[in-house]
């Protein structure tokens, strides 16, 4: 695959120097005071990453130009057909139906417009899969994931050859507040970091077993979706299923923040990226199923670990959609991928945020809000949930 290690080829053949990191790294956002020094910079920009100036420049950028918004107006249908026979373990079965997707939020240019989007029903994982789960997997298959793997030396050209070590890229936060401009403060590449040690070679998964597996790519995600006799949700399927039969709200539980004062998602409180106050019980993963199940009964559908769909990312796909107004019926996403940002980099969707996303100042947790990333690229904030069709 041409785009193949991009990232990686970067991390081991030079400095860790690559805007590339993680499409994932979408995550990251900006407190209100970090909001404020950035003020002078688009909206968009809190949730960039830094990446808005080669965003803005790049000829192909489809969100440079004035947009309208074609937002649906009409509330959602849910199907109401029963579910087709028993669920399958630890599944939840989401009727499909008619919903608008998408967001207006300023800040998530490549999530507006909504857009009329219907899905048939399928059957989606409870919760994201989990170390306990994972490691079923790799037991009965031998399965060695991409972070595990010695990095091919004809795929780093120049690399020198001790750089070429198994692992993976670690959210490492810094011990004071750091300009937010560069991503390599806070993450690194670090040796013999895997699902088996998410932080690195001394960190364990010692009362993680139901903790949400993490270091997942793409080809380790499908492996194990295979095996299961399941597949990766589309990206249509994942926020269906995540707005859990609301109508555009802001959170997949409504739109006030905290409920009855409480805490609904895993995310990041405190000052991004040095001072995690952990004020939702959690600095890092939560085990699965911690907070309120949304309206379909699923967990973790905002926060805690990033998830993989199946759909390749492009800025312009939900433009495309609204401009064909019609309904779109099971999307299955662009068949190629072109990010604005790095173009030349093919990436998939991610989508439902981490505990790295900011309570209020960032959107991408939020049911429209969309990541993107490297099919080779996990890191200790990104894993995945299954998705099966009916029969
Ligand atoms: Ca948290």
Not at 45 to 73: F, M, Q, R, V, Y
Not at 320 to 340: E, F, I, M, Y
Request: charged fraction near 25%; charge should be negative.
């Amino acid at each position: 695959m041409m785009f193949r290690n991009h990232l990686r080829r970067k991390v081991f053949g030079a400095a860790l120097v690559s805007l590339a990191i993680v499409g994932s790294l979408y995550a990251i956002n900006r407190s209100l005071e970090q909001a404020k020094q950035v003020s002078a910079v688009e909206p968009q920009a809190l949730c960039d990453s830094g990446l808005s100036s080669t965003h803005k420049a790049h000829p192909l950028n489809p969100l440079s130009s004035s947009e309208s918004d074609l937002s649906g107006s009409e509330p959602p249908v849910i199907n109401s057909a029963d579910a087709p026979g028993e669920a399958p373990e630890g599944m939840v079965w989401i009727p499909g139906g008619e919903f608008s997707m998408g967001s207006e939020d300023p800040e998530m240019r490549d999530a507006r417009p909504f857009h009329r989007v219907a899905v048939d029903g399928y059957w989606m994982d409870q919760t994201e899969v989990t170390n306990e789960e994972f490691a079923r997997f790799v037991k009965a298959t031998g399965y060695v994931t991409v972070a595990d793997r010695k990095p091919d030396a004809k795929d780093f050209p120049g690399a020198p050859p001790e750089n070429l070590v198994p692992g993976a890229v670690v959210f490492t936060p810094p011990t004071a507040a750091v300009p937010l401009n560069d991503h390599y403060v806070w993450w690194r590449y670090v040796p013999g970091a895997n699902w088996l040690h998410p932080t690195g070679p001394n960190s364990n998964l010692e009362g993680k077993g139901k903790h949400p597996v993490v270091h997942i790519a793409y080809q380790d995600a499908e492996a194990y979706a295979k095996w299961a006799g399941k597949r990766l949700p589309t990206e249509a399927e994942f926020e269906f299923a995540a707005r859990g039969g609301l109508d555009r709200k802001r959170f997949v539980w409504g739109n006030e923040l905290k409920p009855e004062n409480k805490f609904q998602a895993n995310t990041f409180q405190g000052h991004f990226p040095e001072k995690n106050t952990g004020e939702d019980g959690f600095i890092g993963t939560a085990p699965v199923g911690t907070f309120r199940p949304n309206g379909f009964g699923l967990f973790d559908m905002a926060g805690n670990v990033w998830e993989w769909t199946s759909d390749w990312y492009r800025a312009d796909y939900y433009r495309t959609l609204a401009a064909n107004g019609r309904v779109a019926k099971n999307p299955q996403g662009p068949t190629n991928s072109l990010d604005p940002a790095e173009p030349g980099v093919a990436k998939r969707v991610q989508k439902g945020g981490s505990f790295l996303c900011t309570d209020e100042y960032c959107s991408r947790y939020m049911p429209g809000g969309r990541g993107k990333g490297e099919p080779d690229t996990g890191t200790n904030h990104l894993g995945f949930r299954c998705a099966r069709s009916a029969k």
